[in-house]
């Protein structure tokens, strides 16, 4: 990843995407759109807007990743199938497999046994993607919905951007967080720390996570989780700020939640996904039961005596 550092004296009054496309040329204002949409790149430690008009005393920081210069193979890994027809396909994504192909991850990925076990999948969505309408972060398990052609993607898409989907997710936490409650932030990437986000800088994309407390335990919780937005690590983020972070997740996790003794990755499964077929327009439900990990923490955490006072 290469670091620039950049004044905007010389951009006084220009758009934040105008200007660095001018003084870093060998990026496409497009490429320096997406970057600032990433989080990539900051005024003064902020995250901000494409369309941000510079003061000119401003410092802009820019981050620029790798690229994946390879195409991916086919792989014929194992998948389970909730569902599939000539539009799409639903699957129970495992614990530990990374959805697409990335810096450090050319190969063992869900997109490689996509194009193994589907062969209408290549090339929808771009050559990296194929087919894939949102993702899970590696050690997030659970229902996933993928693309089988151009069509289908698109109405997937705007499904999801208008929020006409509904994913819940179950999460086991440290600590007693309470009864319900929503949390409403901003989400950008955290100004140090850069593979964390954040919910307390004062600009970025709205991320909305609501939540009932279904258990109780004597360390923790199992909470039921119902995401109104679709941010990047969006409920380990929120759990963690509000103080009751996910067990096992190494990111943003506490001494409290480090056990593992109790499970070797975050908490975390994407538990039931709702959406309008991208060709009849029905409304498909699907759930994934939780996984053998997650059974067995929380058995532990049911099994736990209260910490002495």
Known sequence: MSRQRVEAA??????????????????????????????????????????????????????VPQPVAIEPVAEDLPLTVLHQDRDLLVLDKAAGMVVHPGAGHHDGTLVNALLHHVKDLQGVGGALRPGLVHRLDKDTSGVLVVAKNDAALTALQAAFKSREVSKQYVALVAGQPPDAGTFSTTHSRHPTQRRRFTGRAKVGKSAITHFETAKRYATGARVHVTLETGRTHQIRMHFAEAGFPLFGDELYGTRASSRPDLIARQALHAWKLAFPHPRTGEVLRFTAPLPADLRAAEKRLAGEKPPKR
């Open 10 to 63: 010389a951009g006084k009054g220009s758009r934040l995407d105008q200007y660095l496309a001018q003084v870093i040329p060998e990026l496409s204002r497009s490429r320096v759109r997406a970057l600032i949409d990433e989080g990539f790149v900051t005024l003064d430690g902020q995250q901000t807007r494409a369309s941000h008009r510079l003061a000119g005393t401003e410092v802009i920081d820019v981050e």
